[in-house]
């Protein structure tokens, strides 16, 4: 192999504060879409397993919806046809006025991909694991809210934190789909440095290692409230 | 106490219970018997309306459970009821367990729910148990923790749905002796089992289901020296014989 390996453009300060803007990006992206992603994934997750008709069906269409549409695709869609779409004011003002309008955009994009994603977790942590104990708990005089609240919900989500983990990674993974409408994140700006120096290896050595660095602290963390909360002993339960 | 009126339940075309109809008196133990699929649970599960049924009355201290005016959660209170899977919080220590309900819906403060709970976890012989959860308790420990929890909502009369089929043979004994402690105390009970034991010792009637009916419904001495239907004769030699 001809390539001529040169570790010190890392440290160029031009160079290195790209990265470090980019991975910078990264991580606010990957945790503002994840913030969503919960957010979104919980609520609708629930509403799947809610006494009312219309709660489960509307859940169900944004989860058929969200998750059956490739995430570039939906991003392309919130950034180019979205502003097209609505009364000319507001794409006006989402084309001019948001502020940060590519990070947000991705944010909400990939939040929402990944929260049809944690819906369909929710929902099966709350039937396989949740839901059984509905009876006994009725049982004993709870109302329904209060059974679900305290003990169906509960023993659901610490069923699926291990899976969880998983989509949190992916949702950190997906943040690098937002440099296609342009937002200066971690893959982004390791080709820009390759694009100027030429040395694409070691800036995307140093993307790589970012990546991992973000994912083994979000295997850590998640891990971490796996034990916190009780959830790694349940699933050991011997039945 | 318990009065059931000419029930009917089914699922789909499946006819589950078909014309049920029977009474348990205050401070009474009656044990429900029959063969696997005769509608025992489902019976049961009608009492405290977890299981709706499509026909006839069913009630508890005078109050209908089928009304829709009925307040089924305070009934469901004043009912304590045991599973065949102990159907313990897995997420909560034995305290928690039986404290959660007292908390929630007598609104009892913590502290005192938690006096309440020590003193029932010690009666049923598990008062060094408090802080376990259940998956480091034994069958027979998780299904007496399951009887605490329902004493401790000082129930009027407890409902048992086959409490000792899940346990092991060395287990079922410690159960079945709180159980009779509880009989002997006067609590009114309605108790589906396959220990003929338990019955003869502790039960004041019999029903006998089979297929969705209740095909006797007699005093205990009598169920088990004379039966009056060919199908309890059966039943009751095969289950007596081993």
Known sequence: MNYRWDWSILFKDTYMGWLWSGLLWTVIISLASWAVALTIGLLAGAARSAPSRSARLLAGIYIDVFRNVPPLVQLFLWYFVLPEVVPDSFGLWLKRDLPYPEVVTAVVAIGLFAGSRVAEQVRAGIEAVGAPLMPAALATGLRPAQAYRLIVLPLGLRAIVGPLTSEFLITVKLSSLSLTIGVLELTAQSRHVENYTFQGFEAFTFATIGYLVIGLCVTGLMRFIDIRIGGAALRKTPA | ?242
């Open chain 2, 1 to 242: 106490m318990i009065v059931i009126e000419d029930v009917h339940k089914s699922y789909g075309n499946q006819l589950i219970l078909r014309a049920c109809s029977a009474t348990v008196s205050l401070g009474e133990v009656v044990v429900v018997c029959g063969p696997s699929g005769s509608g025992k649970s489902t019976l049961i599960k009608c009492i405290n309306g977890l299981v709706p049924f499509d026909r006839g009355t069913i009630t508890v201290d005078g109050v209908s459970v089928a009304s829709p005016k009925t307040d089924l959660p305070a009934l469901r209170s004043r009912i304590g009821m045991v599973f065949q899977s102990f159907e313990l919080y897995p997420h909560m220590t034995a305290l928690q367990n039986v404290s959660l309900a007292q908390i929630h819906v007598l609104k009892r403060s913590r502290a005192e729910a938690d006096a309440r709970s020590e003193k029932i976890l010690a009666r049923v012989g598990l008062g060094d148990k408090r802080d376990s959860r259940p998956s480091q308790l034994s069958g027979g420990q998780q299904q007496r923790v399951s009887i605490a929890r329902a004493l401790a909502m000082d129930p009027q009369a407890m409902l048992f749905d086959e409490p000792t089929s899940a346990l092991d043979p060395e287990m079922i004994n410690e159960v079945l002796e709180v159980m009779q402690e509880l009989a002997l105390e006067g609590m009114t009970m309605m108790v589906v089992t396959h220990e003929m034991g338990f019955a003869q010792r502790v039960a004041d009637r019999v029903l006998f289901m089979d297929r969705g009916q209740i095909v006797e419904d007699t005093p205990k001495a009598q169920f088990f020296t004379a039966p009056a239907s060919e199908r309890a004769r059966q039943f009751l030699a095969n289950v007596l014989t081993h």
